[in-house]
């Protein structure tokens, strides 16, 4: 399971910058959510470099939401330049422009494979390894609901087969 920091709802301590630098050394990743408003924040920036000096670039990973690549357009870069620094270049992103945010909406499948590359980024495995084994969890969930389907099927016909006695007796009974 991964244990996510978000630095919008999770800071603790009174003071910013020392907070900020005690989740990110013990943060073993960084995901930087790249787009035109995080290129020009200041405090991305200096997350980006915190967590670089701390860790080195390798466990960082940006992942594009809005604007385009750096090598694209000007007014629309969306790469931090502590990211572009880190990266030593143009780093690759998982693509997710034009995701929708909703929550529990990402399940398009036209960005599968950006989830499962950031997802195997994170766990220092392979796509197809990431990929095989959500095919397993999905399996075992299915297996899962076909159990409690015939588990309630078993109920409803031991009721049924309930009900048809009592109501057999209840007609004897009257009879």
Request: hydrophobic content about 40%; proline content about 5%; glycine content about 6%.
């Amino acid at each position: 399971a991964l244990r996510v920091f978000r630095d919008e709802t999770d800071f603790t301590g009174s003071e910013y910058t020392r907070a900020l630098q005690g989740h990110l050394e013990r943060s073993a990743s960084l995901i930087v959510v790249c787009s035109p408003h995080a290129r020009r924040s200041t405090f991305v920036g200096d997350e980006i470099e915190r967590f670089a000096t701390a860790h080195g670039p390798e466990r960082i990973f940006p992942v594009l939401i809005d604007g385009l690549p750096d090598n694209e357009a000007d007014d629309r870069k969306s790469f931090p330049p502590a990211l572009l620094k880190a990266a030593g270049g143009i780093p690759l992103a998982a693509d997710f422009r034009g995701v929708d945010r909703a929550p529990r909406r990402f399940g398009d499948p036209r960005f599968e494979s950006e989830w499962f590359k950031l997802l195997a980024n994170l766990q220092n495995s392979s796509a197809a390894e990431i990929r095989a084994d959500d095919k397993q969890r999905q399996l075992r969930e299915l297996r899962r609901s076909r159990f409690r389907l015939i588990g309630l099927m078993v109920v409803a016909a031991g009721v049924a087969v309930l009900m048809l006695l009592l109501w057999t007796r209840a007609r004897k009974a009257e009879q």
